[in-house]
């Protein structure tokens, strides 16, 4: 179990877990889950942390569609900060507690400012990283948003 199934356990929230195996060579984390579990790349969301104001510390949570590419003005506007820039990956890793590729937005070790994208409101259910490469959780997108304390954000163009 990861502390992102936990949480979801521990908060009884309903939820799927997704497993499927990891192929090192994939280009895309997010894309290789959509296409390895049949899903619309639509309804599989990907983690993404972004630094505040270079400050690289600084750090917010992004969660989007896996078809899509985060826009760092947008990012920033939701963050209310003045710009935007993708997080270093040995930080994000130390502050999630997760590996780059596997980060889930629950269960981090840090509660961080999180955004999620307003494309999942109108969906019954959205798929995130259960915290490990190859595995992914299900759930409603209203209970993520709960788990997290996520605002919905226009995050892409």
Do not use: W
């Amino acid at each position: 179990m990861t502390p992102a199934i936990n949480l979801a356990k521990k908060k009884k929230v309903a939820h799927t877990i997704h497993q499927y195996e990891h192929d090192p060579r994939a280009e895309s984390y997010g894309l290789e889950a959509a296409q390895v579990l049949g899903q619309d790349p639509a309804k599989v969301f990907k983690t993404l942390l972004f630094s505040l104001n270079g400050e690289a510390k600084n750090l917010a949570v992004a969660i989007i569609p896996v078809d899509q590419k985060l826009n760092l003005k947008l990012a920033a506007k939701a963050a209310k900060a003045k710009k935007a820039d993708m997080a270093d990956p040995d930080i994000a890793q130390k502050t999630t507690g997760y590996v780059v590729g596997g980060i889930s937005p629950l269960g981090q070790k840090k509660a961080l400012p999180t955004f999620i994208h307003i494309s999942a409101e109108q969906k019954e259910t959205m798929c995130v990283s259960a915290g490990k490469r190859g595995l992914e959780i299900e759930l409603a997108p209203k209970d993520l948003a709960t788990l997290t304390r996520a605002q919905f954000a226009e995050l892409c163009i």
